[in-house]
């Protein structure tokens, strides 16, 4: 089974800072990544994926993410943020042949003025 | 469309009690998932099915029961709640999506999530 590593529990960042967050995988064989976003007392929104092809990823509000299959890696990145980007976020990883997702413990993210 | 529903928001049980979680999603979706959310451990699948009569465990299956009569309903059953069934509950829904070059191009998407507490 697939296993994530989210390296960090709280990241606490000051607006228009740049902002990291860091995932690390188990697999060693093709995966199919994800970064999903929870705002406080909702669901779960897809920032971006990661399927095939181009290793930077482009997603939603500004993200983005670099997979690096050598240091089985994800991490997300927003180069500023804003007081509206405070929540928590999830990796995920599934098998391309396999609908199941493994999630991350997740990072919560706090934006401070 | 409303996407994926989930009812109740809230529910309250006492050790013992029995309640289902309702879930529906209106995208025609294949594949439909439960989840739990506790802090510190992420989102962890319970059951899952792969369509309209299928269903298989997922990580933690233990106290919970699933079914799938129809493409659109996938209710969670707890039949005997526990203290340690409290948490948040999310359902998903995803489709095989677009299959341009033999690779699966799923979204889950995820309903509200309903928190349920057992004393």
């Known amino acids: 089974a697939q296993s994530v590593t989210q390296l960090d529990s709280q990241v606490p960042v000051f607006e228009e800072a740049p902002v990291e967050l860091r995932c690390n995988y188990s697999?060693?064989?093709?995966?199919?990544l994800f970064w999903y976003v929870q705002y406080p007392n909702q669901g779960l929104q897809l920032l971006l994926k990661?399927?095939?092809?181009?290793?930077l990823v482009k997603g939603i509000n500004g993200f983005e993410a670099e997979f690096n299959k050598s240091q089985t890696s994800f991490h997300l990145r927003k180069p500023s943020v804003h007081i509206s980007d405070t929540a928590e976020y999830f990796c995920?990883?599934?098998?391309?042949?396999?609908?199941?997702?493994?999630f991350g413990a997740g990072t919560t993210v706090t934006v401070r003025a | 469309n409303a996407g994926v529903t989930q009812t109740p928001k809230f529910q309250v049980l006492k050790t013992g009690q029995s309640m289902t979680l309702q879930c529906a999603q209106d995208?025609?979706?294949?594949?439909m998932s439960w989840y739990r959310q506790d802090p510190g451990m992420g989102l962890r699948l319970i059951h899952y099915?792969?369509?309209?009569?299928?269903?298989d465990q997922g990580e933690v299956p233990n106290g919970y029961n699933v079914s799938r009569s129809t493409t659109e309903d996938f209710p969670l059953r707890l039949l005997s709640a526990a203290p340690s069934q409290t948490s948040v509950y999310f359902c998903?829904?995803?489709?095989?999506?677009?299959?341009?070059?033999?690779?699966?191009?799923?979204?889950?998407?995820f309903g509200p999530g309903t928190r349920l507490l057992v004393l």
């Open positions: 998903a829904s995803s489709s095989e999506g677009d299959t341009t070059g033999g690779q699966r191009q799923e979204t889950q998407y």
């Open positions: 697999s060693s064989v093709s995966v199919y």
């Open positions: 990661y399927l095939s092809g181009s290793t």
């Open positions: 995920a990883v599934s098998d391309p042949n396999d609908y199941k997702l493994s």
């Open positions: 995208m025609n979706h294949e594949y």
């Open positions: 099915s792969v369509g309209a009569g299928i269903t």
